[in-house]
Every structure is written in C-alpha cells, then in structure tokens.
T-cell receptor, first 115, second 110 residues
Framework: EAGVAQSPRYKIIEKRQSVAFWCNPI?????LYWYQQILGQGPKLLIQ????????DSQLPKDRFSAERLKGVDSTLKIQPAKLEDSAVYLC?????????????FGEGSRLTVL | KQEVTQIPAALSVPEGENLVLNCSFT??????LQWFRQDPGKGLTSLLL?????REQTSGRLNASLDKSSGRSTLYIAASQPGDSATYLC?????????FGAGTILRVKS
C-alpha cells in the first residue's frame, strides 16, 4: 500500500515570497491533516479536512496560510507571503476513520527554509 | 488547557538496555493515544495506538501502557538496539484534535 506522498521535500525561499506544498493521502483515507513542526517541537495542527470539508482550521494563520482539498483527495497548502518564523517542516497525514479513533499515517514532510 | 509532556527530553543508553519513555497529559478525557517514531529529516512513523478503553498494546519489542486516571502513558522498549535511535513522540486525541508532546530524543550506543 502506498503511503502519504508529499512534495516538494525541500524548499528555500526569501521572506515575502510564496510557496505551495502538495499532499496525496493514502487511497481511501477520508481525513487529511496538515501539521507544522518547528525544530525541537512536536507537530502543531494547522488544518483538518474530512473529505473536502474543513473540520478544524482554528490554528491556521489565515492572513497568510490557505489550504484546499478539491474532490476530497489530494490537498495543497499555500503560504503567501512567507515570514522567517514559517521556517519549519510541513507534515501531511491521513486517516481512514473520521477523527476520534483513527490511526494517523504521516508523509515524509516538506522542509521550508525562509531567508 | 490540554497539554502533553514527555520526560526525559533526551536519553542515551548502552545497547541491550531496557528503557521506558514517559508521556503525561493534563486532561484525562481522551479518545486514544498514539506513539510515533521520527528519524532525522523524516516524517512520523506510527508505532502503537491505544484506544481509551485499552490498558496496553504490544508490537515486537515495544509495549505501550495507558493509565487515563493518572494521565500517563509509558513506552517500554526491550533490548534496545542502535537502530532504535530516533525521536519518540506521543500524541493524545481529544475529540477531533490530536495534541503532541515535544518528544524524547533517544540514542542507543553500540
């Protein structure tokens, strides 16, 4: 079974530029998550989708971050304009079961460096 | 506030030793708890998932326990190997929300 796919793996941009990350979840997984992991910290949820609807985006900085999941499959996370503090690894995860009991499976992550 | 704490932050042990990693959480109204492993520059790999109704789960040399009333979980690793060196994260599910600890960095010396 193919795992969660993410691209690009690495991205270096200057502040105020824009960047987009792509995620393809495990086939058949209805729930998709985007997490931000800053070095030395645990992942922090940015947004959770159930199919193509948003379940939780309370910690997404909506003035600069946006995410969509068209057709309930793959998803993109965009940052515009980027700030220095956005340097982090952006992790995508998916689960087969909605929310409460499902096991999460993570991709390899997309490492963003903002200069 | 729902917080997850992992102690110790880092641990270095000789190969072959049995070890315990600790995870504590402030709110006992959890749905489940999941232990992950993260290698440098990689994503998270799921190790064990314990539902709130369960007391423990085992997979190979790994055993995770859950005590909701005291707000604690432990991950026991038997006969540690250098290949076990990684960061171990626990994550507690509250409703739709998964709250992560900061992780324990484990180094197993050969």
């Amino acid at each position: 079974e193919a795992g969660v796919a993410q691209s690009p793996r690495y991205k270096i941009i200057e502040k105020r530029q824009s960047v987009a990350f792509w995620c393809n979840p495990i086939s058949g997984h209805a729930t998709l998550y985007w997490y931000q992991q800053i070095l030395g910290q645990g992942p922090k949820l940015l947004i959770q989708f159930q199919n193509n609807g948003v379940v939780d985006d309370s910690q997404l900085p909506k003035d600069r971050f946006s995410a969509e999941r068209l057709k309930g499959v793959d998803s993109t996370l965009k940052i515009q304009p980027a700030k220095l503090e956005d340097s982090a690894v952006y992790l995508c995860a998916s689960s087969a079961v909605s929310g409460r009991t499902g096991e999460l499976f993570f991709g390899e992550g997309s490492r963003l460096t903002v200069l | 506030k729902q917080e997850v704490t992992q102690i110790p932050a880092a641990l270095s042990v000789p190969e072959g030793e049995n070890l315990v990693l600790n995870c504590s959480f402030t709110d006992s109204a959890i749905y489940n708890l999941q232990w992950f492993r993260q290698d440098p520059g990689k994503g998270l790999t799921s190790l064990l998932l314990i539902q709130s109704s369960q007391r423990e789960q085992t997979s190979g040399r790994l055993n995770a326990s859950l005590d909701k009333s005291s707000g604690r979980s432990t991950l026991y690793i038997a006969a540690s190997q250098p290949g076990d060196s990684a960061t171990y994260l626990c994550a507690v599910r509250y409703g739709n929300k998964l709250v992560f600890g900061a992780g324990t960095i484990l180094r197993v010396k050969s």
